[in-house]
């Protein structure tokens, strides 16, 4: 019977160890996997482009995903706005998404460890040597690629907004 697309999406929203799995085969097929994190709260502008520009170099893209209490964590008592699986769920279902994967840490340096992508792709507000990873990616020949911001587009600022 085939899946529903709901479930077809639900289906990549993966633990750390199935996401292991995953990366495993993927690896096996020569697939080049990239891998980006963060928060995606609320979903705009900015975040599309980074994510479609991350795509754009591999094969497989994985975003590690903060949980709840990670990102009141980060960003303080009033977030996320929306909860974590509405904030996987809205992120599985882009196309351009192959993998969603929920951290407590308060770095994803651990999920970067377990699924060593080859690729590791953040913000224009961070540089390679900020990026939690980049040593590690580098050591086996990997690397860490810098996207630049889309000026005026942040969660904090839709939320000034709405306020």
Sequence with gaps: ???SKLESV??????????ARICAGWKV??????????CFDILHQGHIKLLLSAAELGNK????????ASVKKLKGENRPVNDEYSRA????????????????????LELIQ?????????GGDYTPETVVG??????????TVIIPTVEGFSTTNIISKMK
């Design 10 to 19: 639900q289906s990549k929203i993966v633990d750390s160890e199935t996401l």
């Design 89 to 108: 769920l809205v992120m599985a279902s882009q196309l351009f998404v192959d993998a969603v994967c929920l951290f407590e840490e308060d770095t994803p």
């Design 29 to 38: 097929n020569d697939h080049k996997i990239i891998f980006t994190n963060g």
């Design 1 to 3: 019977m085939q899946k």
């Design 134 to 143: 980049n040593d590690f990616v580098q050591s086996y020949g990997g690397k």
């Design 114 to 122: 377990i699924i060593k992508p080859d690729v590791i792709v953040k």
């Design 61 to 68: 893209l994985i975003l590690g995903l903060n949980t709840d």
